[in-house]
């Protein structure tokens, strides 16, 4: 027991086992149900203030996940040039400080009884000591190429700058805070540019849409970030309609990326026949993976020698559904089935083409589950129960509009801080910051998204934009007492400069 380890006095008795059981739950662990039903209650992960925290191996599933760390282990990775033994190292100088860590697979790990750590990390080393070692798996996940890489690589920069200009002066809990906020905020503007992306692609493959391209440029969609809280202005009423249209798009996202899948099976398929594998070969020209592997997979159904055999498996695999839904019961006859598949042919008459027609059967079927897994990633990332989200508003959709909590502004300012930063950080001017969240996440805040005109939201977004300043200044970030748009500047907390201004 944690009350008992060498390094922790004070806690025998009973009333300082439960203030510390108190302390474990609230700041070294997470808890969750047990299975579907929720039943009981159960360790899911470790809070990270140190390296050390792989050890107990929670999570247990990674399916909890949805494979958000191995995508950000690779992209990290292939930002760092796949340069394995850097990122290691970089990983262990950020938070191995204190603890040595064994070989693969046996890990383990344990203080070095030599540096002084804050008293979280040590505690939290120190409740990791009651774990038996968790055995790593040798084997690494297959390198997938990202559907936007241009978006990936900034994400792992911006997740790699932050990393190396904090860790050092920020307080171990902080710095971990924040580092979970810039995580889910990044994820939340991957996938929120990737499904839009996805959509122009299987509308418009002719053309690999601006987010998916090799270099960063301005891609769809426009972010509006509300920071007024007054539910009647039209600064809010943008942030809304933001919302509002980009649950759209993921709706949206369930039949294109059905389509894609079925081709890449229909694909995979035509393959095993070595004439059409050598077609194949040559539409796909060595792509695997990566919006070029997706864009010739949609340009690969309209080839002329391809194109009978996909619509061939397509009609094959509608044949299959409606088999699936006939009554089975032997007495019935042919026209109560026709009868009782009549619903199907309303899903596929709007269909021009037979793998159309599977995929609008597929989407309803999967309707459901699938919408309702896509919002909670949306509401997930978008942190609409975290005190770092950009999503806020009720259990009511139509509340649900994009007003950044001060956490998360506060990691805005740092990541921009450090991104524009040529040696050390230094406090930005405004115009900078606003510049930077256009050009990397497209996010708007002194100005309208360009589907609202009029004098009224021209207004409401420049009142958005002193509601924003207030707010920093409140935190401590904006101090300057000048009308001058130019010479305005922001100071990222936990700075060499924040640390002096608080001293003084």
């Not at 033994?85 to 860590?101: D, P, S, V, Y």
């Not at 990332?381 to 806020?392: D, S």
């Amino acid at each position: 027991m944690l009350a008992h380890h060498p390094a922790l006095k004070g806690f025998n008795d009973a009333a300082g086992r439960r203030v510390l059981e108190r302390l474990v739950r609230t700041t070294l662990i997470t808890t969750g149900g047990v299975g579907r039903a929720s039943r009981g209650e159960q360790i899911t992960s470790i809070v990270p203030y140190t390296l050390l925290a792989h050890k107990a191996g929670f999570p247990v599933e990674s399916s909890r996940l949805r494979g958000a760390d191995t995508f950000i282990y690779q992209a990290l990775r292939e930002n760092m040039s796949r340069a394995d033994n850097r990122l290691q190292e970089a990983i262990m100088q950020i938070f191995g400080r204190g603890i040595i860590i064994g070989n693969m697979p046996e890990l383990g790990g344990r203080y070095d009884e030599k540096i002084e750590l804050d008293i979280l990390t040590r505690l939290s080393i120190a409740f990791l000591d009651g774990f038996q070692n968790t055995r790593m798996g040798l084997s690494r996940e297959k390198s997938v190429a990202p559907a936007c890489p241009a978006i990936a690589n900034e994400m792992a920069t911006d997740l790699l700058r932050f990393l190396f200009e904090y860790y050092k002066c920020m307080p171990t809990q902080a710095f971990t805070y924040h580092l979970l906020a810039l995580i889910n905020f990044e994820l939340f503007n991957y996938t929120l540019k990737l499904v839009y992306a996805i959509n122009e692609l299987v509308q418009r493959p002719e053309t690999v849409p601006a987010a998916m391209r090799d270099s960063l440029q301005p891609s769809l969609p426009q972010l509006y970030l509300d920071f007024t809280n007054d539910a009647r202005s039209y600064s809010q009423e943008m942030a809304k309609a933001c919302v509002r249209r980009d649950i759209e798009a993921y709706q949206q996202y369930l039949p294109s990326v059905l389509h894609l899948r079925l081709l890449d099976r229909y694909t995979e398929q035509l393959g095993r026949n070595s004439q059409r594998r050598a077609r194949i070969n040559d539409i796909l020209d060595g792509s695997t993976s990566g919006p070029y592997y997706l864009q010739r997979l949609l340009l690969l159904q309209h080839d002329p020698s391809l194109q009978v055999y996909i619509e061939a498996q397509a009609s094959t695999d509608e044949e299959r559904i409606r088999e699936q839904n006939e009554l089975q019961d032997a007495d019935v006859e042919f026209k109560e089935n026709e009868e009782n598949l009549a619903w199907l042919n309303e899903i596929t008459d709007t269909a021009e083409t037979d793998i159309e027609r599977v995929v609008n059967l597929l989407v309803e079927g999967q309707r459901d589950n699938a919408i309702k897994n896509i919002t909670g990633w949306y509401q997930g990332v978008g942190g609409i129960k975290k005190p770092h989200g950009v999503l806020r508003g009720s259990a009511s959709r139509q509340s649900w509009r994009y007003a950044p909590t001060n956490d998360l502004l506060a990691v805005l300012v740092q990541v921009a801080a450090a991104r524009l930063a040529q040696h050390e950080i230094r406090p930005i001017r405004l115009q900078e910051f606003l510049a930077f969240l256009e050009e990397h996440y497209g996010i708007l805040i002194d100005r309208p998204p360009s589907i609202f005109k009029g004098a009224e939201y021209t207004a409401a977004a420049r009142d958005n934009l002193r509601a924003m300043l207030d707010r920093l200044r409140q935190m401590g970030i904006f101090r300057d007492l000048s009308d001058d748009f130019t010479v305005q500047r922001l100071h990222p907390p936990y700075t060499y400069t924040d640390m002096v201004r608080m001293e003084a």
